[in-house]
């Protein structure tokens, strides 16, 4: 049969990241643990109110591009029936 190969091989497990916490402390220390967790949450939510800014401006970006589309398709029709018009003539 096949082997099933894992996405992500050596993941940390709980004791391993006991060390990474536990050095992190050492690094950081203590007191600046809750400032640089109020950092971090403060850059993701700026970078999640720019995801979404950016979004919306796609969205309207494409639903403007669809109005654009449809203008284009009845002036096309009107040039059409202005040349058969003059054409009859």
């Given at each position: 049969?096949?082997?099933?190969?894992?996405?992500?091989?050596?993941?940390?497990?709980?004791?391993?990241?006991?060390?990474?916490?536990?050095?992190i402390v050492l690094l950081f220390?203590?007191?600046?643990?809750?400032?640089?967790?109020?950092?971090?949450?403060?850059?993701?939510?700026?970078?999640?109110?720019?995801?979404?800014?950016?979004?919306?401006?796609?969205?309207?970006?494409?639903?403007?591009?669809?109005?654009?589309?449809?203008?284009?398709?009845?002036?096309?029709e009107a040039e059409a029936t202005?040349?058969?018009?003059?054409?009859?003539?």
């Amino acid at each position: 049969m096949l082997d099933s190969i894992p996405l992500f091989p050596g993941l940390p497990g709980g004791p391993e990241l006991l060390i990474v916490l536990l050095i992190i402390v050492l690094l950081f220390g203590a007191n600046k643990l809750p400032q640089l967790a109020r950092s971090s949450g403060q850059a993701m939510g700026e970078f999640r109110r720019g995801r979404e800014e950016i979004e919306e401006e796609l969205k309207k970006g494409a639903e403007e591009g669809e109005d654009d589309d449809e203008e284009d398709e009845t002036e096309a029709e009107a040039e059409a029936t202005e040349t058969e018009a003059e054409n009859k003539q």
